[in-house]
């Protein structure tokens, strides 16, 4: 289940990739099927007190589950805790 979370984001983000260069150069926020968001392009992430949020990539994942440890970005603990979308 672990590799199968993992290639559906990858899909998901290779699709955002070829759409991009096509058409789209801006910032893209892709809602990967029981997953994070990913954040790709210049998007400032600030804290909800306003406090910028430093990236250091240019894709990022952001949790969507509310469980990882270093929100606001993903650590991977959804797929243990068998998070859904709908
Ligand atoms: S979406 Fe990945 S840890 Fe929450």
């Not at 260069?21 to 994070?36: I, K, L, M, Y």
């Not at 968001?37 to 949020?53: A, C, E, H, K, S």
Request: charge should be positive; aromatic fraction near 4%.
């Amino acid at each position: 289940m672990r590799s199968g979370s993992r290639r559906r984001c990858a899909r998901s983000l290779a699709l955002v990739d070829g759409h991009a260069s096509r058409r789209n150069e801006g910032p893209q926020v892709v809602a990967c099927p029981d997953g994070p968001f990913l954040v790709r392009g210049d998007v400032d992430i600030v804290l909800p007190d306003g406090t910028p949020v430093p990236r250091t990539r240019k894709t990022v994942a952001l949790c969507r589950c509310g469980l990882s440890t270093i929100k606001p970005f993903c650590d991977g603990t959804h797929r243990a805790s068998g998070f859904r979308t709908g």
